[in-house]
């Protein structure tokens, strides 16, 4: 396998908007007034660059058979009303024992290109 490891994809921006922030915040049961939830990553980083991998026709992800964890890294959190940029690239894609392993590392910066967080997932793709 290793058909897609060192891929990398196109950046996308995503602006943290109050109403999706608030509503995210209200879901997981915090406050909106605390500002931006850390776990907010999901959406504006993963969230964002992940279709890319799963759309990507080369790399072949089965969702149906998908398995996945993440963990992120902060340098700060984003604030509402700003515009984030998330470009992420295929750190690893290996097979071992019918399951397939692939790795997605993604860097989210701010509109002075300054580190917000960096995201790491790992797909676990079933045989």
Do not use: K
């Amino acid at each position: 396998m290793g058909v897609v490891a060192g891929r990398t994809y196109p950046a996308v921006s995503f602006e943290i908007e109050r109403e999706r922030v608030d509503a995210f915040a209200r879901a997981i049961g915090a406050d909106p007034a605390d500002g931006v939830p850390p776990t907010f990553a999901t959406v504006y980083s993963l969230g964002t660059t992940a279709p890319q991998l799963f759309g990507d026709e080369d790399a072949a992800v089965d969702l149906a058979r998908l398995l996945h964890a993440e963990e992120f890294e902060w340098t700060r959190h984003p604030r509402v009303g700003e515009t984030v940029t998330s470009r992420a690239h295929v750190a690893s894609d290996t097979s071992r024992r019918g399951m397939r392993f692939v790795s997605l590392e993604t860097e989210t910066s701010d509109a002075r290109n300054e580190p917000v967080c960096r995201s790491r997932a790992l797909f676990v793709i079933r045989s």
